[in-house]
């Protein structure tokens, strides 16, 4: 869309399933000028960041969504100028003047319900220092209230209540933390205009949506000098925190572990791994040969490969596993798509593909999407136990721990030899003991099958 003000640039739909997004970064500010296909802004959703390139060159006029808003599919974040939309400068500022004297909104009333003129991010640190959103001025387009507002009220009021200021610039640790009649500080007429309580604030108007529900009440932190740190909680964490929080409250998880004796698989690796470097360029991981034995035990076993329902199960025809890739602040599920055709050599490969994406940021949407069952290659970093949380909404997910070498008893004589554990939480509703029992021996089974022999193409 185009007009004397340039051309609108809104929220593209990232993956078939994407209804709304977080503006993560932006990369250009005002009178920032861009190439075309030049990435403007940072994009999360669903875990995933991803930049967004303009279509062709121009220069950025205005911002309007802000940084950690949440905006919904189609919805204009920001106007820019390019060569087809361009319109003379002076032009341009001849109609600020007027533009900027109608910017002011007009006060609510006083029961009105504004939950929909703010966007999350901004209820929700509003929420958290008890800022009254109706009284603030925004500086956004048409007067939207934006972080930066919300942000400038917080330091203001702590300004005016070190000066003694009364209790319109108080905050809610403030004004906790002043009784009422003290010497020297102003009353605050808390029965006229009471500041709201963060744990008393409606789920609606927080921002979150009904299922996040209960709502967690503001922790107060001690004063400065106790050596506590403040750390923002950026859009992907809270993103895990969702999803989390959604699978522990509505999976009844269960757990179970086997031991597995790799030493056939470890001697293979040694085997092969260096003519694989000279040959492809990466490394042959362990994981590789897990996951080949984990795609075969599925196809035994279809049922691991399922979600709940509620009336039904649906079983996945298509074999998709979801890789645990952890990052230095956050992790990251991208998935393998059709596993089950994939050889050894193929599997590692996208492996290595799909690692190095993570690391470099450059994982799409589409790269996260339709997995079926979750690996978590948990041994990397030396575990030998983990309880994992699944992967909503898969039946399952299972961890390979460290390969440990150990005094073992075979056929009533001491031996040393390569072990691992593997460790499985399932979805209670669709599987038992029994039928994930013989997944896992299954399992055991392939990753001990391997011989000098096994072809990895």
């Known amino acids: 869309m185009s007009d004397v003000n340039g051309k609108e640039i809104t929220m593209p739909q990232l993956a078939e399933s994407l209804v709304q997004a977080t503006i993560g970064k932006w990369l250009k500010k005002p009178g920032d000028s861009f190439e075309a296909y030049e990435p403007i802004c940072e994009v999360i959703t669903d875990k995933v960041v991803a930049e967004l390139p303009a279509t062709e060159a121009g220069v950025m006029e205005q911002i309007i969504a802000q940084e950690g808003e949440t905006v919904a599919v189609g919805a204009v974040i920001c106007r820019v100028r390019t060569e087809a939309a361009a319109v003379p ?27 929909g003129r703010y966007s999350p991010a901004v209820q929700r640190l509003a929420s958290e220092h008890g800022i009254d959103l109706t009284r603030l001025k925004g500086s956004g387009l048409g007067g939207r ?6 942000q400038a009220a917080v330091e203001s009021g702590a300004t005016a209540a070190g000066a003694g200021a009364g209790a319109g610039g108080q905050t809610l640790r403030q004004a906790a933390s002043s009784p009422a009649g003290q010497a020297g500080t102003p009353a605050p007429n808390a029965a006229s205009e009471p500041l709201p309580d963060a744990a008393q604030v409606p789920v609606r108007h927080s921002g979150l949506h009904l299922a996040d529900s209960p709502r967690i009440p503001t922790i107060e932190v001690e004063e400065a000098g106790r050596g506590e740190t403040f750390i923002d909680v950026t859009p992907i964490r809270h993103t895990i925190a ?20 790799v030493t056939n698989l470890v001697l293979l690796r ?10 492809e360029g990466f490394n042959l991981t362990y994981l590789a040969f897990v996951l080949k034995a984990v795609v075969n035990a599925i196809k035994d076993y279809p049922i691991m490969n399922s979600v709940w329902a509620v009336d039904k199960i649906i079983v996945k025809r298509d074999i998709n596993l979801s890789l645990a890739v952890g990052t230095e602040d956050s992790v990251l599920t991208p998935v393998i798509k059709h596993a089950d055709q994939k ?19 450059r994982l799409r ?11 978590n290659n948990t041994g990397s970093f030396g575990s030998i136990l983990s309880y994992p949380i699944i992967n909503y909404p898969q039946a399952a997910i299972l961890t390979f721990e460290s390969i440990v070498k150990k005094p073992v008893v075979i056929n009533d004589m001491i031996a040393v030899r390569s072990m691992a554990n593997m460790c499985l939480s399932l979805d209670h509703r669709i599987l038992d003991g029994v ?16 011989t000098l022999d096994t072809k990895v193409y």
């Open 89 to 115: 400068a002076d032009a341009g500022q001849a109609k600020k003047p007027a533009a900027a004297q109608g910017s002011v909104p007009a006060p609510a009333s006083a029961g009105q319900d504004m939950s």
């Open 145 to 150: 209230i934006t972080r930066k507002d919300v």
């Open 242 to 261: 969702s999803r989390m929080r959604q699978s522990v409250s509505e999976i009844p998880h269960a757990w179970t572990m086997i031991e597995v004796d």
């Open 270 to 279: 040694n085997k092969v791994k260096d003519e694989f470097m000279r040959k």
């Open 343 to 361: 050889n050894i050599a193929g599997l590692a490969r996208e492996i290595d593909e799909l690692a190095r994406k993570t690391r470099e940021g």
């Open 365 to 375: 949407p589409d790269d996260m999407q339709g997995g079926t069952f979750t690996v």
């Open 435 to 450: 039928i994930c029992g013989r997944f896992l021996q299954r399992v055991k089974e392939n990753l001990e099958g391997y």
